[in-house]
């Protein structure tokens, strides 16, 4: 098993910023392509961002492109998610999900394991 615990979530006005990070645990950290999501209410899990398993590819969601980074440091299990230019619309959960397939997915279902999430919240 491999237990993501995400943090770093909160209220930011439009405009600002967060960085999210997910800890690993359970198993070798560098085996797994890192995903992130978002669910707001009443929608569905939303893909946002995900990098391989060396950090040599990565994907991002339209909506996020040019705004959104995501990074990993295997040597600390870290997956992060720096989201910049946040509009009211990034408002949700955001969940961290490991993937232990061939190449990195975009796919919720997916990916193996994830975490509980971390509310961001975006108003002014």
């Known amino acids: 098993q491999v237990q993501l615990v995400e943090s770093g979530g909160g209220l930011v006005q439009p405009g600002g910023s967060l960085r999210l990070s997910c800890a690993a645990s359970g198993r070798t950290f560098s085996n797994y392509h890192m995903g992130w999501f978002r669910q707001a209410p009443g929608k569905e899990r939303e893909f946002v961002a995900a990098?391989?398993?060396?950090?040599?590819?990565?994907y991002y969601v339209d909506s996020v492109k040019g705004r959104f980074t995501i990074s990993r440091d295997n040597a600390k299990n870290t997956v992060y998610l720096q989201m910049n230019s946040l509009k009211p619309e990034d408002t949700a959960v955001y969940i961290c999900a490991a993937d232990s397939g061939v190449v990195p997915r975009t796919t919720a279902s997916r990916y193996d394991y994830w975490g509980q999430g971390t509310q961001v919240t975006v108003s002014s």
């Open positions: 990098m391989s398993r060396s950090g040599t590819s990565t």
